[in-house]
């Protein structure tokens, strides 16, 4: 009954920028955590950047000071601005959140995905 879609990955050259966006719909009532993960070839999906219901955000050792996690609660959204790329952060970028439906009834869901690629 959630669902979530990311927009905004692109081809881009070392050191140039990119915002993702990942956008929740359905009868939701409250979400707790929204997060970015991400996926190159050949290795598991890890974690990026969270950002909880309580206003704590945490960021994965090879992205900080690059990348930053922002909430819209009022439009369940949340965005990734990622700076200073570099081609070891060419992956498909998932989205993640969790929470209640208006049911009551927990929820997580994932989007679909959205690549980014650092190439030159």
């Known amino acids: 009954q959630v669902q979530l879609v990311e927009s905004g990955g692109d081809l881009v050259q070392p050191g140039g920028s990119l915002r993702l966006s990942c956008v929740a719909s359905?009868?939701?009532?409250?979400?707790?955590?929204m997060g970015w993960y991400r996926q190159a070839p050949g290795k598991q999906r890890d974690l990026v950047a969270t950002?909880?219901?309580?206003?704590?955000?945490s960021y994965a050792e090879s992205v900080k000071g690059r990348f930053t996690i922002s909430r819209d609660n009022a439009e369940n959204t949340v965005y990734l601005q990622m700076n200073s790329l570099k081609p070891e952060d060419t992956a498909v970028y998932y989205c993640?959140?969790?929470?209640?439906?208006?049911?009551?009834?927990?929820?997580?869901?994932w989007g679909q995905g959205t690549q980014v690629t650092v190439s030159s």
């Open positions: 359905g009868s939701i009532s409250s979400i707790y955590t």
């Open positions: 950002f909880t219901d309580s206003g704590s955000r």
């Open positions: 993640n959140a969790d929470g209640r439906l208006t049911t009551n009834r927990y929820f997580q869901s």
